[in-house]
């Protein structure tokens, strides 16, 4: 997991980071760019601890997707300025990142739909498309699926984490968990845009056994003789 690092006269320059903004760190990235600077990555890992319960795995990602929400709406109310400020190639990145992460987790539950067609099930849209069309979105939409299993199988590919490759099919349910996620997200956004989803800590340490005690071993003392 990253940790964000600044300078703080950076940061002062900037005007701190958005204290109602539940993702700062990602409205922090954007003015930094927008102020002529730039971010790197440390080489290092901080083995900080995911979340392995599903609720409050949801509710820390939804508070991450209603911030990627407030995050774009912010810096897009000025599209052209914010164009003219971070130039075509990063501005499409930020297109990217946030609108695309939004619209697929948003946007998932209709993909899904397409498996009724490969189970030879009618499907809704086929009375409102041409069937070329619809097939060519269907086979997108597999191809995708199996791009995501090419991925994590490769991620997973280093000897620290290759006793994970099974589980890699598996992510086939992290996508409803995301969506879920993302509904609840724009759901808070419209009665409470700036409540904070505190995330669950120590999970894995309660359920962890107990590490048995072993006695110190008593130092040798040398006497003289």
């Known amino acids: 997991m990253e940790q964000p690092y600044f300078c703080r006269h950076i940061l002062e320059e900037l005007g701190g980071w ?8 990602a409205d922090l990235g954007i003015r930094l760019t927008r102020f002529g ?5 440390l080489p290092t890992v ?3 601890e995911a979340n392995c319960r599903g609720w409050p795995w949801i509710r820390q990602r939804s ?6 929400a407030v995050t774009w709406a912010v810096h897009m109310r000025a599209p052209k300025t914010l164009l003219r400020d971070l130039g075509l190639w990063q501005f499409f990145g930020v297109q990217l990142l946030f609108a695309g992460t939004l619209s697929q987790f948003l946007l998932a539950p209709v993909l899904w ?3 009724l067609a490969f189970l030879a099930l009618p499907h809704p849209l086929t009375g409102f498309m041409p069937s070329w069309a619809f097939y060519t979105l269907g086979g997108i939409y597999l191809m995708s699926e199996v791009i995501n ?4 199988m490769l991620a997973c590919n280093q000897a620290k984490h290759r006793h994970l490759l099974k589980w890699v099919p598996s992510l086939h349910f992290y996508f409803p968990l995301g969506s879920m996620a993302a509904y609840k997200g724009f759901l808070e956004l419209l009665y409470k845009p700036f409540y904070w ?12 056994p107990a590490a048995p ?3 110190p071993e008593r130092p040798h003392h040398v006497s003289g003789g």
Not at 18 to 25: G, M, P, R, S
Not at 37 to 41: K, R
Not at 63 to 68: A, D, E, I, Q, V
């Open 18 to 25: 958005d204290a109602h903004n539940v993702t700062e760190d």
């Open 37 to 41: 600077y730039h971010t790197e990555l």
């Open 46 to 48: 901080t083995l900080e």
């Open 63 to 68: 508070r991450w997707l209603k911030g990627y």
């Open 113 to 115: 739909t397409f498996w």
């Open 149 to 152: 299993i090419i991925v994590g």
């Open 197 to 208: 989803d505190k995330t669950a800590h120590g999970i894995s340490l309660a359920t962890a």
């Open 213 to 215: 005690l072993t006695r």
